[in-house]
C-alpha cells in the first residue's frame, strides 16, 4: 500500500502558531521533506524543527532562478524522489512556511503527485499577511471589504490593482518595496499604509507609518505592507 504526501504549512514563523492538526501530521509521517531553496523554505524547517523528534529527513533541493527549465526540472526530482518514498509505504510530510496554497513551492509538487495517481492532503497555516495584520493591530478586512493579495515582484501592475477598491497586501517584496511605497504615496495612499518586517519571527519590527518605516527601512523577502483603503 503507498503512502500518503502531505502538504504542512508551518506558518508565519513562531513555532507556537503551528496548528494542532499540523503538529500532529508531522508526528505520524515517517518522512519530513524539507525543502531547500530561498530564505522562505529553509525557515519552513527551522520552525517544525522541534517536532521532527529525529525523523527521516529528505532533502528537496529547488532553484530560483529564472529560467523556467531549470525550475521545473527541478520540481520533477523532488517529486520523484518523494515518489519512491510513497511507494515504499511511507507517509511523507512537505513542510512549508506559511500556508501551502499561498505563494508555496509545495503546491507544485501536489500537483505532480497527484497527477501520477498518489493520495496528498493540505493541512493549512496561518499566512504571513495574517500575522502582520494581528501584529500591527488592523482589520484585513471588514463589512463587505475586498481583499487584493499582490507579490511585489508585479511592480508593473501594483499601480493599476491598487486603485482598484478594498485593502491590499503587498509581500514577497524582495527588496524592491520602498519604490513601490513611492508609488503609492504618488496615488495618495501614504498615510494608509502600514508595514511588517519579519512578522512573527526572531527580529519582528512594526511600522505604523511609511514615514516611520522609511527612517530606518527593512526589505527582504520576509517584508510586506497592508494598505487600507479607507483610514
Given at each position: 500500500m503507498n503512502g500518503k504526501l502531505y502538504g504542512?504549512?508551518?506558518g508565519p514563523g513562531d513555532p507556537e502558531l503551528l496548528t494542532v492538526k499540523a503538529i500532529k501530521t508531522i508526528e505520524k509521517c515517517a518522512v519530513i521533506a524539507v525543502p531547500k531553496a530561498g530564505s522562505g523554505e529553509r525557515a519552513a524547517y527551522s520552525i517544525a524543527e522541534k517536532y521532527?523528534?529525529?525523523k527521516e529527513l529528505l532533502e528537496c533541493r529547488f532553484t530560483m532562478e529564472k529560467d523556467m527549465t531549470k525550475r521545473i526540472q527541478a520540481r520533477q526530482h523532488a517529486a520523484a524522489e518523494i515518489i519512491q518514498l510513497l511507494e515504499k509505504?511511507?507517509?511523507?510530510g512537505f513542510v512549508t512556511l506559511g500556508d501551502p496554497t499561498t505563494y508555496s513551492t509545495y503546491m507544485y509538487i501536489h500537483k505532480i503527485i497527484v497527477s501520477k495517481g498518489f493520495t496528498a492532503e493540505i493541512i493549512p497555516g496561518i499566512t504571513s499577511y495574517a500575522a502582520a495584520a494581528a501584529a500591527l493591530g488592523v482589520a484585513l478586512c471588514e463589512g463587505d471589504e475586498t481583499?487584493?493579495?499582490i507579490p511585489a515582484?508585479?511592480?508593473d501592475i501594483i499601480g493599476k490593482l491598487a486603485d482598484y477598491p478594498g485593502n491590499k497586501v503587498i509581500m514577497k517584496s524582495?527588496?524592491?518595496l520602498v519604490s513601490i511605497l513611492d508609488e503609492l504615496k504618488e496615488r495618495g495612499y501614504g498615510d494608509r499604509i502600514k508595514i511588517a518586517y519579519r512578522a512573527a519571527m526572531d527580529g519582528q519590527r512594526l511600522f505604523n507609518s511609511v514615514e516611520e518605516y522609511e527612517k530606518s527601512p527593512?526589505?527582504?523577502y520576509f517584508t510586506l505592507a497592508i494598505v487600507k483603503e479607507f483610514t
Open positions: 504542512i504549512g508551518t521532527l523528534g529525529g509505504g511511507k507517509d511523507v481583499l487584493t493579495v515582484g508585479r511592480g524582495n527588496g524592491n527593512e526589505s527582504e
